[in-house]
């Protein structure tokens, strides 16, 4: 068997494309332009091209974007500051803080400080205890990417067993959260999962993997997977992003484990694209939520 490959690029594309129908429709109706706000602190340069493709994608979807720039030697306090002024500035609907911060900085102080109601990455703790309880406000925006892909492949999750290997914040947990809930806005396939977490610390990990029908790899470590470790059939996801001889690649030994799988993301042009699409998403549900409190108010 060899996989069918999920097409992450034309499924973001797509995301984009419909997204950009949504707020032009918006703003026909009076709506305000959504505007997302990037706080970059330090030169670090794989942080400054994240941050110029989300500003571009933005662009691309009819989004405002401002970047707001601090040098590495800002402290924290002065970062809680930028933070409250774009929490208290209505043209801004959502704000991002790219990571990693400076080793100075207190990263949870900072993003524990972003409005919840802005917080379109989904890190704050009334954004993920709002997951856990399965009301999310927003849907971190790689699992949720992950979950787009499956859904448009029709891979349906409700029963099956998803492993997940590796559980940081912004990847491993909050896809694990989603996945065992019984709706998270695709219907109930998509959702349901029996779901294992697995990181450093499992013992003998390939005896793990190898029960998944739907294996997620969002470690960071190239060829972790390897071809004996997926069950034939299953599902791989591969989140990973490793650069190996100035080429990107996944957590997922490629060749090998496409003659096994059913399905298969490519590294790059997986998982990748699809986060920044619903980045944006998220962006404009804020958008969507800030206009219906402020009407409601001036209805009061
Ligand atoms: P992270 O915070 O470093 O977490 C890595 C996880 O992998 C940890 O839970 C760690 O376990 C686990 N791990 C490390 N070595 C392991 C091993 N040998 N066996 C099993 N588990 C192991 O990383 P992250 O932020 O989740 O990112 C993971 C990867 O995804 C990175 O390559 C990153 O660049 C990529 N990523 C991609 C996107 C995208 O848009 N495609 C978005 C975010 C991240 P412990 O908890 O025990 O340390």
Redesign the pocket.
């Known amino acids: 068997m060899t996989a069918q490959i999920l097409d992450g690029k034309e499924t973001a594309r797509l995301l984009r494309e419909e997204l950009s129908v949504e707020v032009e429709k918006w703003r026909a109706e009076g709506g305000p332009q959504p505007t997302l706000a990037a706080v970059l602190v330090g030169d670090d340069p794989a942080s400054q091209v994240y941050v110029r493709n989300k500003e571009r994608a933005c662009g691309q979807v009819g989004m405002a974007s401002r970047l707001i720039r601090r040098s590495d030697t800002t402290s924290t306090s002065e970062l809680l500051d930028v933070l409250h002024e774009l929490n208290e500035d209505s043209q801004v609907h959502g704000i991002l803080v790219q990571l990693p911060l400076p080793k100075a900085i207190d990263t949870h102080r900072v993003l524990d400080a972003v409005a919840a109601s802005k917080d379109v990455d989904a890190f704050c703790p009334e954004n993920v205890g709002l997951l856990v309880q399965g009301r999310p406000r927003f849907l971190p ?2 699992p949720h ?1 992950v979950v787009n892909l499956l859904a448009r492949y029709r891979i349906e999750l409700a029963g099956r067993h998803v492993v997940i ?8 947990k909050p896809l694990a959260n989603m996945l065992v809930q019984r709706d998270i806005g695709f219907g109930p396939k998509y959702a349901n999962a029996t779901v294992t977490i ?5 013992a003998d ?1 390939a005896s793990m993997t190898r029960q998944a029908d739907v294996l997620v790899a ?4 190239p060829c ?1 997977i390897t071809v004996d470790m997926v069950k034939p059939g299953a599902v791989v996801v591969d ?4 650069r190996v001889d100035e080429k990107l690649v996944g ?1 997922v030994d490629f060749a090998a484990v496409r003659e096994v799988a059913s399905f298969i993301t490519p590294v790059p042009g ?3 694209p ?2 920044i699409a619903m980045l944006l998403r998220n962006n404009f549900t804020a958008c969507e939520l800030q206009q219906a409190v402020g009407d409601a108010t001036i209805a009061n």
């Open positions: 925006c790689t990417g290997v590796g559980r940081s914040e912004i990847v491993g697995c990181h450093s610390q499992s990990l969002a470690v960071g470590r972790l989140v990973g992003i490793n957590d997986g998982v990748g699809l986060t």
